[in-house]
Antibody
Framework: EVQLVESGGGLVQPGESMRLSCVVS????????MHWVRQDPGKGLVWLSR????????NYADSVKGRFTISRDNAKNTLYLQMNSLGAEDTAVYYC??????????WGQGTTVTVSS | QSALTQPPSASGSPGQSVTISCTGT?????????VSWYQHHPGKAPKLMIY???KRPSGVPDRFSGSKSGNTASLTVSGLQADDEADYYC??????????FGTGTKVTVL
């Protein structure tokens, strides 16, 4: 069974950093591009970032560029999102997503990040 | 990049059809056929329902269909069922290695 399981969320203070992880199973992650998407409380989905299968090419939404870094370890079947300088506006549920040719075909259940003092 | 515009809500009785629009620009929806639709039941993982404007993944009922005209894409759900009640989001490739989601539509089955 194809599964994506996010972890690393929780409560963090404004200005601090947090790293999310996403462990995948049921497929060879090294064959796929991967994304991070978030859902702000009571709002819609927002695309954050994409990484190619080898981990050599990354792309970001303007809202997180320079603060967030996507990376991957294919040997560990794990995707990461390093988030720095967090603010209240980053409070959200963060989803790890698999990409198959411009479609986001498999999603994790999400991990919740709360930025608050 | 600005979110694609969707109506906040749509509704229909069981068995009826509902159509959700997704309006973008000539730089995203209008320029690429990489428009997809996602069903999201709160608390669960979003599910891919339509990709490349009008293609259905394996396992998605043919009650779900997609189309596009100019800068606007649409999702139609025919033969509404109780389990179709959910939030629906469109998504488009927006060029320059970026993607954009729609604002989301809450579908209610009356």
């Amino acid at each position: 069974e194809v599964q994506l399981v996010e972890s690393g969320g929780g409560l963090v203070q404004p200005g601090e950093s947090m790293r999310l992880s996403c462990v995948v199973s049921g497929f060879n992650m090294g064959n796929y591009w991967m994304h991070w998407v978030r859902q702000d409380p009571g709002k819609g989905l927002v695309w954050l970032s994409r990484i190619n299968s080898a981990g050599t090419n990354t792309n970001y939404a303007d809202s997180v560029k320079g603060r967030f870094t996507i990376s991957r370890d294919n040997a560990k079947n794990t995707l990461y999102l390093q988030m720095n300088s967090l603010g209240a506006e980053d409070t959200a549920v963060y989803y790890c997503v698999r990409d198959v040719y411009y479609r986001l075909d498999v999603w994790g259940q999400g991990t919740t990040v709360t930025v608050s003092s | 990049q600005s979110a694609l515009t969707q109506p906040p809500s749509a509704s229909g009785s069981p068995g009826q059809s509902v159509t959700i629009s997704c309006t973008g620009t000539s730089s995203d929806v209008g320029d690429y056929d990489y428009v997809s639709w996602y069903q999201h039941h709160p608390g669960k993982a979003p599910k891919l329902m339509i990709y490349e404007v009008n293609k259905r993944p394996s396992g998605v009922p043919d009650r779900f269909s997609g189309s596009k005209s100019g800068n606007t894409a649409s999702l139609t759900v025919s033969g509404l069922q109780a389990d179709d009640e959910a939030d629906y989001y469109c998504n488009s490739y927006a060029g320059s290695n970026k993607y954009v989601f729609g604002t989301g539509t809450k579908v209610t089955v009356l």
